[in-house]
């Protein structure tokens, strides 16, 4: 299973669903990505995945596409 660096599953990101994914079957990885803020922003802080930073939750991952709410309890934050 493929994991984006936003977190999701790759096959269940509603853009790989639908055959749109800007990075084809390969999912989304840090690189600069105008489709995607998680993945440029781990890009330019050097992570794998967005909740590997220091920062995370932050007001990127507030935008989605996972729950804010999510992404706090996963940080520890939400208990």
Known sequence: MKI???????EKCPLMVKG???????GCTPKENKFC????CAF????RLCFEC???PCETTRKGPISYD?????AG???
């Open 37 to 40: 803020a998680i993945a440029t």
């Open 20 to 26: 749109k994914c800007p990075n084809g079957a390969k």
């Open 54 to 56: 220091v920062e995370f």
């Open 44 to 47: 330019k802080k050097s992570v």
């Open 70 to 74: 999510y992404c706090k309890f996963i």
């Open 4 to 10: 984006g660096v936003c977190g999701i599953a790759c």
């Open 77 to 79: 934050e939400g208990f």
